[in-house]
């Protein structure tokens, strides 16, 4: 929040003089523009991109609203999503990494009842796993798969 109110002073102070007196309006749009994509959540799971972005819901069909409700969902590139075979549509260990993963979240402040109540069925195997550590694994694997550093 800081960061944003200095960036729109520092660009007021600028444009608030000479030919661009008049021009404030245009040049907070400007600014909100900026710090919107700084600040975006929005950019693919796994390879960062802001671009090209579908929206996949982590428990779909019948558990599409619900997934929405609870912000169970995440950002992918199309290919990653359901445009080729490594999208997570077709891809079983991608879809139940990110089931587990929110499911998990879920059940800190909910019980597994809860869950299965809401979204039909358990996916946890093992309540041991950290979920959230296990999605990142699986993430580090997908993009040395794909070739992607970042
Ligand atoms: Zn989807």
Redesign the pocket.
Known sequence: MMAKVVIIVMLLMRYGKGEYKFNIIKSLKKVFKMVRAVNSDFECLITGSPHNL?K??VF?GAYRQKSERYKFYIYLIGEL??LTSEG??FDREFDLALKRKHQQQFEYSHTREEFIAEFGMSYIMDDMLDYEDELKKFIDRKRAKLGIYI
């Open positions: 579908h996949h819901h779909g999503h359901n997570v549509h």
